[in-house]
């Protein structure tokens, strides 16, 4: 496995469990780095749960979400109660990924076919009468090939895997970046309710971060940066003081320059076909989300819980074998996918809506479905819980 993040990790323990052969190759050091993406769908929980390793994140620290509210200058427009659905897990968690990744590995390493190289970067791709064999990695002790019946991509939404797979993708732009900040919680915002907030054409996370902060995304025109840095410091203020008021002054006093911020850049990647003889795509390396929703973590342990079971059945026989499983995985895989892309899709273009009419039927939309708790179930229910309605996981 190339890249050591919830994909890659998740993937090495369950075949290490299944008595294979794993090498996990991680390009940083130490877990111990910022991240965006921590929270984890009520779907992904209940996988944590299935690996054996909920309980422990939940005591090493994590937040419950329990509500879900999204307001437009101050007004309501849709609230969303997790305690509503019938789903054994049913809440989404909001879970440091360092802490995540750290238990993965601790889980890991108690089988012996496991290992976790750091500091080691996939340089290149060996090959071997047109199928991959393994990589050649770079690490503290210089260059050298890791041969492998099956190298697997699951270095994130740049990765590197796909650039030198010579597979065809395609990667579409969507209509904005977005600025990330951390902030200390306010000290009158419940640390269980995820909030958006929309003004227009713009709109805003704000999500309770363990312990005690809360990480806020909002829109910028892609590529607009540059125009909102000429601006100060006093833009970024601005721009979230039409957001959430409440928070200028927590904002003044924490964020002091743009080094106490990040960008990124907002687009999807459809990648039509997920691997070839002797290599595979996974997570974010095989199909790129937005932050819409949470879903990259989620579907990344998806991908991972999926294909190990049938990776442990074939990697001991031959390539042919292999490369059907990896074709299967990708046919199960895909529609879910599909189906969190269209829908993250058509939540970004709501929220860019800036001109009155299309802000009037969005806000209207919004809440005709706040006052029809059947059609607010079955929407959300495809947003968050299609796993544990697919599985009949409900509890009654």
């Not at 964020?255 to 039509?272: G, R």
């Amino acid at each position: 496995m190339v890249g050591g993040g919830p994909a890659g990790m998740t993937l090495g323990l369950e075949l290490a469990r299944r008595g294979c052969d794993v090498v996990v190759v991680e390009q940083t050091g130490h877990f111990n780095r910022s991240f965006r993406g921590e929270t984890i769908s009520p779907d992904a929980v209940s996988l944590l749960a299935r690996l054996g390793i909920l309980e422990s994140i939940t005591a090493a620290g994590a937040l419950v979400n329990r509500k879900m509210k999204l307001t437009e200058h101050g007004r309501t427009l849709l609230e969303v109660d997790f305690d509503d659905f019938p789903h054994r897990h049913r809440h989404p968690l909001d879970v440091p990924q360092p802490t995540l990744l750290a238990i993965l590995e601790q889980e890991a390493d108690r089988h012996t076919g496991f290992a976790l190289l750091r500091n080691t970067s996939a340089i290149g791709l060996v090959e071997s009468d047109g199928a991959v064999v393994g990589i050649r990695s770079r690490g503290p002790a210089g260059e050298q090939e890791i041969r492998a019946r099956l190298t697997v991509g699951a270095d994130g939404r740049y990765s590197k895997v796909l650039e030198m797979s010579g597979l065809r993708y395609r990667r579409t732009p969507l209509e904005r970046d977005v600025v990330w900040l951390k902030l200390p919680a306010p000290p009158d915002w419940t640390s269980d309710t995820y909030h958006i907030r929309i003004a227009g054409g713009r709109h805003g996370l704000f999500i309770p971060t363990y312990p005690d902060l809360v990480r806020i995304g909002f829109n910028i025109p892609k590529g607009g940066l540059q125009t909102l840095r000429r601006a100060g410091l006093t833009g970024l203020h601005t721009r979230l003081d039409e957001l959430a008021p409440e928070l200028g002054d927590l904002v003044r006093g924490s964020i002091q320059s743009w080094s106490d911020t990040s960008v990124l850049d907002i687009f999807t990647s459809v990648v039509p076909q997920w691997s070839r003889p002797g290599l595979l795509l996974i997570g974010d390396a095989a199909h790129t989300l937005s932050p819409i929703l949470g879903q990259g973590v989620s579907h990344a342990l998806f991908d991972a819980m999926t294909l190990a079971p049938l990776l442990s059945e074939v990697l001991s026989k031959g390539r042919d074998e292999v490369t059907m499983a990896a074709r299967q995985f990708q046919r199960i895989r895909e529609p879910s996918v599909r189906r969190s892309r269209s829908l993250q899709l058509q939540q970004e273009r709501m929220f860019t809506f800036s001109d009155p009419l299309r802000v009037l039927l969005r806000s209207t939309f919004y809440r005709s479905l706040n006052r029809n708790p059947w059609l607010k179930r079955r929407l959300l229910n495809n947003a968050f819980f299609q796993l544990q309605q697919s599985a009949g996981s409900s509890v009654t």
